[in-house]
């Protein structure tokens, strides 16, 4: 089993900046694949970044030049540094992993999210 646990939400400023990190633990023997998704209420979870093993990195154009993701595999962790945050960013921030544990197996695992909202 793996456990995925966000951190660095909060309440900030339009036009500022967070970092989110997703620590991940348990029995890990490769990050395939990781992602943030964010999702408001009433709304469908919307993916934000993803970040695969061989560095390729993706975004939709809405956080596209603004929001960038990284990982530390030595660490299993992954990062999202957030900047000229909108009000429209405001949402609850979660961690998705592809991962594979130490028999082989791949699986999807989510964390419970953090919450960002962007007011003035």
């Known amino acids: 089993q793996v456990q995925l646990v966000e951190s660095g939400g909060g309440l900030v400023q339009p036009g500022g900046s967070l970092t989110l990190s997703c620590a991940a633990s348990?029995?890990?023997?490769?990050?395939?694949?990781m992602a943030w998704y964010r999702q408001v209420p009433g709304k469908q979870r919307e993916l934000v970044a993803t970040?695969?093993?061989?560095?390729?990195?993706n975004y939709p154009d809405s956080v596209k030049g603004r929001f960038t993701v990284s990982t530390d595999n030595a660490k299993n962790t992954m990062y999202l540094q957030m900047n000229s945050l909108k009000p429209d960013d405001t949402a609850v921030y979660y961690c998705?992993?592809?991962?594979?544990?130490?028999?082989?197996?791949?699986?999807?695992?989510w964390g419970p999210g953090t919450q960002v909202t962007v007011s003035s």
């Open positions: 970040s695969t093993t061989g560095g390729d990195t």
């Open positions: 348990g029995d890990i023997f490769r990050l395939n694949a």
């Open positions: 998705y992993g592809h991962i594979m544990g130490s028999r082989g197996t791949a699986r999807d695992y």
